[in-house]
């Protein structure tokens, strides 16, 4: 169990981790989601229960399943409807200004510029 665990934290990107798994993927879905499919892949791995106890080949097997899980959220969604982030997860993923904070922020602005 701990040399699996030493061999991920070796690790740094999801195509990394799709490719120690054994996960087929396609690059074009993780140029756009690896953080997200990272992320994903880490919450499921919290929620899971259990899995400090099983051997290293049945570790092996819960966590290719978690990361396959993770990745296919984003085949089959958008970073945006699956809300991983927290920008995502607040209002909606859109941000409001108003009109008279871009006003203030533009007085400020020539004013420190003078």
Known sequence: MQRLID??????SAEDFLQYFGVPYDERVVRVNRLHILKRFHQ???RSEGLDDLDEVAM???YRELLTRAYDDFVTST????????VFQDADGTQHVNLSS???SLSDRRRAAA
Do not use: I, P
């Not at 061999?7 to 740094?12: E, N």
């Not at 970073?79 to 927290?86: H, I």
């Open 7 to 12: 061999q991920l934290k070796v690790m740094s």
């Open 44 to 46: 499921y791995l919290n």
């Open 79 to 86: 970073a945006q409807r699956e809300k991983v982030f927290k």
């Open 60 to 62: 092996f097997r819960s």
């Open 102 to 104: 871009l006003r203030d």
